[in-house]
């Protein structure tokens, strides 16, 4: 755990937009972006494989991005519209491995950023 390091996170009011970035010390086939809200369950948000696929939670599919650098190792999540339910630690986490969705078995984290959005 740590191993990947995130930023962007803050707070933001509801309807705006924030952006975060995740940076791997080398490549991964597969990264995503899961949260965690106070008294929730960690939950898968977005991922990204390699070759571009993307999959993304039903909560902010049509509001999130995520896309994948592998030139440079980084994941970013682009949110806008963002809503209060949205208030969560995001965490990032990569692996290695040919399956890649929100619900992967990632192996590589990172140590979270705070989302919070006010109504």
């Known amino acids: 755990q740590g191993q990947l390091v995130e930023s962007g996170g803050g707070s933001v009011q509801a309807g705006g937009s924030l952006r975060l970035s995740c940076a791997a010390p080398?490549?991964?086939?597969?990264m995503g972006w899961l949260r965690q809200a106070p008294g929730n369950e960690r939950e898968g948000v977005a991922s990204?494989?390699?070759?571009?696929?993307?999959t993304y939670a039903d909560s902010v599919q049509g509001r999130f991005t995520i896309s994948k650098d592998n030139a440079e190792n980084t994941v970013y999540l682009q949110m806008n519209f963002l809503k209060p339910d949205d208030t969560a630690v995001y965490y990032c986490?990569?692996?290695?491995?040919?399956?890649?969705?929100?619900?992967?078995?990632?192996?590589?984290w990172g140590q979270g950023t705070q989302v919070t959005v006010s109504s």
């Open positions: 080398t490549r991964y086939r597969c």
């Open positions: 990204a494989d390699a070759y571009g696929f993307t």
């Open positions: 986490a990569a692996h290695h491995g040919l399956y890649c969705s929100t619900t992967s078995s990632y192996t590589a």
